[in-house]
Nanobody
């Protein structure tokens, strides 16, 4: 059974930093069986949107609103996906979800979510 377990959320003032981490259990992120991993977020009353994605080849893509502030990385030894969030803004407040897309499974895998709150 695949599990994605996030950690690192919390409350921070605007301009501060947080680092999120997602560990995979029952899944190995750096394999050809996983086409993409990354982070999404969902603010109250809004849809879940992509924040950053790493493809199986290692290339990263970011939402325009976080480009230059957030950095996504994959630690193959620890089997984690990390999101370094800098220069945080109140509009970054949301529940952040870890995401993995397996090539042989019809639906993506999601973590349980971790709350990030940025105060002004």
């Amino acid at each position: 059974q695949v599990q994605l377990v996030e950690s690192g959320g919390g409350l921070v003032q605007a301009g501060g930093s947080l680092r999120l981490s997602c560990v995979g259990r029952g899944i190995t992120f750096r394999t050809s069986a996983v086409s993409a991993v990354g982070w999404y977020r969902q603010a109250p009353g809004k849809q879940r949107d992509v924040v950053a994605i790493i493809s199986s080849g290692g290339s990263a893509d970011y939402a325009g609103s976080v480009k230059g502030r957030f950095i996504i990385s994959r630690d193959n030894a620890k089997n984690t996906i990390d999101l370094q969030m800098n220069s945080l803004k109140p509009e970054d407040t949301a529940v952040y979800y870890c995401y993995a897309r397996r090539t042989d499974y019809p639906r993506p895998d999601w973590g349980q979510g971790t709350q990030v709150t940025v105060s002004s």
